[in-house]
């Protein structure tokens, strides 16, 4: 091999200007590697101490975008100015009206309910000033909506789904207070966090305060009760007195659900005097809530609905919807069939055929898979018959009435 050439004698080529700038651009370049080095062990330091710093990212993000929100539908600034921690926390369980999908119009039959819960609820959140033009301007306190209503009745009768559309229809905020996420919320200042409650539900009103399940978070006292739960229960039917206090503009409504009334604390129910029963479909109404559920569905034609609503005594609102579900598998397993086979014969695997429509005897089929709620809210009838008078002829009262006599019978 050739030896190499040796290196090139004497001066560097290199002016001074070039040497200075390859000494700034290292100089530059060590300085970013440094910087981003220093940024980066601060983020892990920043993990490693505080590993809630992305989540409380988040929901700062989310806050700024409910806040916004809520100016943008109208809500005064001043009003929102300064919310406490607490406020804060419960900003993440506001829900939109414009968010909610379910109206009076999705929900079958309840068709005198709906009336009622209009006329008391929907009409006064939604046109306040007719309601105003009591003497003087002001409105009669008789005319303000309940501060206190109760939906009661056997499970999957479409309770949770008409406090929705109550909020829906009348343009409210919706607070829902679901127990699970109160009580581990409220397990530090449960104070606190009650009156929170009702200072950002009266912060944002229209509002309708919604406890799903009401008997999970205010049951029937009971010796063992804690005593942060006691305080929480105490303060927070303190807070909603302070509501009826002949406040005539206030437009906060707190709406309770349950499938277990007899479970709830007395002085709570004491406190929704209007209780309305959302019962198990009858034979019309099921028509109607099988016309809803089956509305996006391709059935054959005639379809006749009746006949379904006929054979399906005892099946709640949800029952009915899923029903309609384990009918959809049978067309849907007949498609899925029909590609197996041509996979399993090793021919070409063709696309699944469309599904075909769904037919009577889909449904009727489907009875087999689908058990009724009348089965399982045998509890509730009879306990609510039970608690109400022991008496025989309860059988046959209006269950609204056995509820009202069963709250005398507890509170008396
Ligand atoms: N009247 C109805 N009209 C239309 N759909 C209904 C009706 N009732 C129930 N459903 C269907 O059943 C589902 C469950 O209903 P929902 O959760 O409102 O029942 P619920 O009364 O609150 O039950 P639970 O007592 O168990 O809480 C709804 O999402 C809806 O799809
Ligand atoms: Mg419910």
Redesign the pocket.
């Known amino acids: 091999m050739p030896p190499s050439d040796p290196p090139p004698d004497g001066p560097s080529e290199t002016t001074p200007v070039a040497s200075l700038f390859a000494f700034l651009s290292r100089e530059v370049l060590s300085a970013v590697i440094a910087l981003a080095g220093v940024y980066l062990s601060a983020k892990v330091i920043k993990r490693v101490m505080d590993p809630n710093s992305d989540e409380r990212e988040r929901l700062r993000q989310h806050r700024e975008q409910v806040l916004e929100r809520l100016y943008r539908t109208g809500v005064p600034r001043d009003a929102l100015r300064c919310l406490g921690p607490s406020e804060e926390t419960l900003l993440h369980d506001l829900v939109f009206p414009e968010d909610i999908n379910s109206d009076f119009d ?5 068709q005198g309910t709906k009336e009622t819960l209009k006329e008391l609820i929907v009409y006064p959140l939604l046109y306040p000033e007719v309601y105003a033009a009591g003497r003087g301007g002001a409105a009669s306190s008789l005319l303000t909506p309940p501060k206190g209503i109760l939906l009661f ?1 056997p ?8 406090a929705k559309a109550l909020a829906k229809e009348s343009g409210a905020n919706f607070l829902a207070l679901s127990p699970s996420s109160l009580l581990s919320k409220w397990l530090g200042d449960t104070e606190q966090l009650a009156r929170a409650v009702f200072s950002l539900a009266r912060r944002v009103q229209p509002t309708i305060i919604f406890i ?2 009401i008997d999970g978070l205010f049951r029937e006292r009971t010796s063992q009760e804690h005593e942060a739960h006691k305080n929480l229960k105490a303060e927070f039917m303190q807070l909603w007195d302070g509501l009826t206090t002949d406040d005539r503009f206030n437009q906060v409504v707190v709406l309770g ?1 349950t ?1 277990r009334p007899y479970d709830v604390d007395p002085a709570i129910l004491r406190r929704m005097p209007r209780p309305f029963e ?1 019962s198990l ?1 009858a034979v019309e109404e099921r028509v109607e ?1 099988l016309r ?2 089956l509305h996006d569905v391709d059935v054959e034609r005639p379809f006749d609905l009746q006949t379904v609503a006929n054979v399906t005594a005892g099946y ?3 029952d009915l ?1 899923e029903l309609c579900r384990a009918a959809m598998m049978h067309p849907v397993r007949e498609s899925l069939r029909a590609t197996a086979k041509s996979v399993g014969t090793g021919m070409v695997r063709r696309k699944a055929p469309p599904l075909r429509p769904l037919t009577l005897d889909d449904v009727l089929l489907a009875r087999r898979e689908v058990t009724r709620t009348q089965e399982q809210s045998a509890d509730y009838q009879e306990r609510v018959a039970r608690e109400s008078s022991g008496d025989a002829s309860a059988a046959s009262m209006d269950m609204t009435v056995k509820f009202l006599q069963m709250l005398a019978t507890k509170t008396s």
């Open positions: 999705a929900v079958g039959g309840l009745g499970p999957g009768t479409g309770k949770t789904m008409l799903d399940e659900a499938n959302v479909p809530i809803k559920v709640s609102g949800s919807k």
